[in-house]
């Protein structure tokens, strides 16, 4: 942690005391730009005068708009010590500040009066902070003076920086799923709000491309995200992400290929010149037919087909040259089964062709 103050004054006016037409100075602080600075805690100098009971606030508000952005309840004017003194307020949350603000003490509840309020030191007519300056506001309206160039203040802060992950190697991989691997080792300041993996086709992903979201991490160390809808047998790139409020970090990219897709038991497809089929032992299975002449039987209007022509066949497109062929099956003499059923039994590939018989085309 660091520290930025103004330390030179004394005191200057009543905070929360009457001022000229009987108005009270509602708020008092210093007006300052930080750079990219995560604020924590505020500190003004002061002293107690009487037994006033209002209550004090610290609070950080914009310069644009007057929005508070941080705020923290001190307690009652009436705690605040008798002799000079800093006293201090801790924000529940750090905030990032990288623009003008105002750093202030605000007063609330029960006015003050000339008796009961606290003392405001600022540094008189020295202009010791050039490109800060001091305010005090009543009546809603925001006051400066050449008679008190600089609040005197103490804030402690932290340099705001992204955090850091580094990407490891994806595992789990599958036709259309994986595992991407990686490893925070900074959380940032502020700390990271969400992290995960991004990835895509093309290379250095953003998590403007496809993304896990998981969460807030817990802690610096490694971490794992599911992703899902790949296509399968295609190169992708990963890279590991953390976000926060300054910024998203990248890991190095990683590149995985799926792997190709295994097709279930029983699933039959036309595959360049061959008809293939997954046995029921998981196997694939692949036959060549022989290409159909025109003496033979038109083929119906279907991509595979059982019919019975001289021999019982079965009839199937190939996809090199979207021409028919034919594989001569074997007859069982077995019926039953609706005309045109096509399965998986064993190693072979069973149907019914158009007389009802029951054929097969013998893998292996």
Known sequence: MATEEQLVGAYTLKFGGLAGGG????????????????????EFKTYRVGSPTGTITFTIRKQSDSSIIASKV??????VPLTEGWIAATFDTPVLVNEAVAIQMEWSGVDGDDSNYLAWYTSGSSDVKADEYAVATKDGIPTTSTAWRDAVYIYTYETAIVPTVTTQAVTDIAPTTATGNGNITNLG????TQHGH??????????????TENGVPAGTGAFTSTIT????????????????????????????????ATAEKGTIWQEGTKLHWIDENGAEQSKEGTVITTS?????????????????????VDMSTTGRK???????????????????????????????????????
């Open 198 to 211: 991004c990835w895509s086709t093309s290379a250095n992903p953003t998590t403007a491309d496809s993304k």
């Open 296 to 316: 033979e039987t038109p083929a119906p209007p279907a991509n595979l087909w059982f019919q019975n022509f001289l021999t019982s066949q079965l009839l199937y």
């Open 189 to 192: 300041t502020p700390s990271a």
């Open 23 to 42: 108005l009270n100075w509602v708020r008092v602080g210093q007006v300052l730009t930080p750079s990219n600075r995560v604020i924590s805690k505020l």
């Open 74 to 79: 001190y307690g009652s004017a009436g705690d």
């Open 326 to 364: 034919r594989l001569d099956g074997v007859a069982t003499g077995v019926t039953g089964q609706p005309k045109g059923t096509i399965w998986v039994e064993g190693a072979d590939l069973h149907g019914i062709d158009e007389t009802g018989a029951e054929v097969y085309i013998q893998g292996g």
């Open 229 to 260: 809808g790949l296509t399968a047998n295609t190169l992708y790139h990963v890279r590991a992400y953390a976000t926060n409020s300054i910024g998203t970090s990248y890991g190095a990219d990683v590149q995985f290929t799926t792997l190709v």
